[in-house]
């Protein structure tokens, strides 16, 4: 996971609460922006089920890829 990923979503999010807001209102669950702190500072690899909804809040802009290459290689064209 790169944190510059994750960086990029929060800018693009409005920042770390708006973030957080968005992830709960899509996954119907409370994510909070402490949550969101712990991503860029302290968890080595963000959590899978994280990467489709920050790829859809940010339009794309930040990738699946981007986020977890581990788990979501690059798309063949």
């Known amino acids: ?9 929060v800018e693009i999010a409005g920042g770390q609460s708006q973030l957080a ?3 709960s209102k899509i996954m ?3 994510i909070l922006q402490q ?3 712990k991503w860029l500072n302290t968890v080595p ?3 899978a089920e994280y990467c489709l ?6 339009d794309g802009a ?16």
């Open 35 to 37: 949550h969101v702190w």
């Open 28 to 30: 119907g669950k409370p």
């Open 53 to 58: 909804p920050i790829e859809k809040i940010t």
């Open 45 to 47: 690899v963000l959590p």
């Open 1 to 9: 996971m790169s944190n510059l990923a994750i960086a990029k979503a």
């Open 62 to 77: 930040v990738t699946r890829h981007e986020l977890r290459p581990d788990i979501y290689p690059v798309e063949a064209a």
């Open 21 to 23: 807001r968005q992830i």
